[in-house]
C-alpha cells in the first residue's frame, strides 16, 4: 500500500498562506455553483488573484535572530595569577587546565598517590593535579561553570543576490565612522556602519587585542547565509578572509579537516597526532599546546613562550602516550 504524500500546511498568519486560502475559497464556491470549473471563471479567478502579487519584488532570504549560545568560564587562580578564560565547549576548558597541570606536574613529585607522568586523558590528569573536590592545593583551585551568552541578535531580511556595497557608499560609511575612547573603564574601539572594532592592550593575555562585532551590523553588510564578509591584515599579511575575492586565502587542510570533525562531532586527536607526525604542528614541550611549524615559540593562550624545540625533540613521547 502506498503511503499518501505529505501536504504541506497553509500558514494563515502569513500573506502568501491566507492569499491561498482565498484562491481556495473562490474555486470551491465556483465549483458548487456550476458542479465544474469553467476555463473561462477560472483565468477570470486566477488573474484576480495574481493581480495582488510583486513579482518584480527582488528574492530575499529571511534569517532568524541567532539563538541564545553558551560559553564555559574558567577561572584559575594560583600564587601568580587569578584570571578568567571564555571557551566553547567543556572539553576545550579541561583541555587548558589539563596543559597547566602536566606543565606543572613536578610540584607533585614526591606524593605516592600520583603517577610520575600525568596521563594522557585530560579529564584524568585535572582530577590527580587539583584532587577530585579541588582540595588537594590549598594554594591553587580553578572553577569551571556554563553560562548563557545572547547578543543584539534580530531577525534580518535580505536579498538573495547579494551586492557589497559601492565605492560611494562605503565612502560616506567610513567618513561617519566614529571612534569612541577608552575611558570610564572601557575599550577603545571604532565604529563603522555598526560594526565595532575594538583594538586594545590586554596584559592578561600579554599581548594586542583585536575583537571585531558584527550583530549591529545593518542588512546591505549581511549576505544570505547571515554572515558578514571579513577579511583580516595584520602588516602585509592576510590572517583571515572569507569575502570570496579573487586570490583571497583558504584555510589549510588542517584546519578544514578540525572543521569538518567539529561538524560530524568526531574525535580530533588523529588528525592532531598526524599533524604532529608530519611536522605541521609541534607540541610545546611545557604547557602541550599545539602550534604551527612556522611558530619559533608556543603560542599559547597562556603566558608560556617557551622556544621551538629542535627537530625530533618531545615529539616521540607525545605521540607514544596511550
Known amino acids: 500500500?502506498?503511503?499518501?504524500?505529505?501536504?504541506?500546511?497553509?500558514?494563515?498568519?502569513t500573506p502568501t498562506g491566507r492569499a491561498v486560502i482565498t484562491l481556495h475559497q473562490q474555486l470551491t464556491d465556483l465549483e458548487e455553483r456550476t458542479d465544474e470549473w469553467p476555463g473561462a471563471n477560472v483565468v477570470d479567478i486566477l488573474s484576480g488573484w495574481l493581480e495582488q502579487f510583486d513579482f518584480t519584488a527582488p528574492a530575499v532570504a529571511h534569517i532568524p535572530p541567532r539563538p541564545p549560545g553558551q560559553a564555559w568560564i574558567l577561572?584559575?587562580?594560583?600564587?601568580?595569577?587569578?584570571?578568567?578564560?571564555?571557551?566553547?565547549d567543556e572539553a576545550s576548558a579541561l583541555a587548558q587546565l589539563a596543559r597547566h597541570a602536566r606543565g606543572s606536574w613536578d610540584n607533585l613529585l614526591?606524593?605516592?598517590?600520583?603517577?610520575?607522568?600525568?596521563?594522557?586523558?585530560?579529564?584524568t590528569a585535572v582530577d590527580l593535579y587539583y584532587g577530585p573536590g579541588r582540595d588537594h592545593r590549598p594554594e591553587q583551585g580553578y572553577s569551571l561553570w556554563a553560562a548563557t551568552i545572547s547578543g543584539r541578535s534580530r531577525p534580518r531580511t535580505v536579498p538573495l543576490a547579494f551586492q557589497f556595497p559601492d565605492a560611494a557608499d562605503c565612502g560616506r560609511a567610513n567618513r561617519a565612522a566614529v571612534f569612541h575612547a577608552g575611558i570610564h573603564g572601557g575599550l577603545p574601539c571604532l565604529e563603522v556602519d555598526g560594526i565595532l572594532i575594538f583594538?586594545?592592550?590586554d596584559p592578561?593575555?600579554?599581548?594586542?587585542?583585536?575583537?571585531v562585532h558584527l550583530d549591529g551590523a545593518p542588512d546591505h553588510l549581511v549576505r544570505p547565509d547571515g554572515t558578514v564578509p571579513l577579511r583580516v591584515k595584520v602588516e602585509?599579511?592576510?590572517?583571515?578572509?572569507?569575502?570570496?575575492?579573487?586570490g583571497a586565502p583558504r584555510p589549510s587542510l588542517l584546519d578544514t579537516l578540525l572543521d569538518a570533525a567539529d561538524a560530524v562531532r568526531i574525535p580530533k586527536e588523529p588528525i592532531l597526532s598526524a599533524a604532529l607526525a608530519a611536522g605541521i604542528l609541534w607540541r610545546c614541550p611545557?604547557?602541550?599546546?599545539?602550534?604551527?611549524?612556522?611558530?619559533?615559540?608556543?603560542?599559547?593562550?597562556?603566558?608560556?613562550?617557551?622556544?621551538?624545540?629542535?627537530?625530533?625533540?618531545?615529539?616521540?613521547r607525545e605521540l607514544s602516550e596511550p
Open 1 to 13: 500500500m502506498t503511503a499518501p504524500e505529505t501536504k504541506t500546511p497553509v500558514d494563515r498568519n
Open 75 to 88: 577561572r584559575r587562580w594560583d600564587r601568580h595569577e587569578d584570571g578568567i578564560d571564555l571557551f566553547a
Open 110 to 123: 614526591g606524593d605516592e598517590s600520583v603517577p610520575d607522568k600525568p596521563p594522557a586523558d585530560d579529564r
Open 199 to 201: 583594538g586594545y592592550l
Open 204 to 211: 592578561e593575555v600579554g599581548a594586542v587585542r583585536v575583537s
Open 236 to 246: 602585509d599579511t592576510v590572517v583571515l578572509d572569507d569575502s570570496n575575492a579573487e
Open 286 to 316: 611545557a604547557c602541550h599546546w599545539d602550534n604551527p611549524a612556522a611558530a619559533v615559540c608556543c603560542e599559547g593562550p597562556g603566558p608560556c613562550r617557551t622556544p621551538q624545540p629542535a627537530p625530533g625533540v618531545g615529539t616521540t
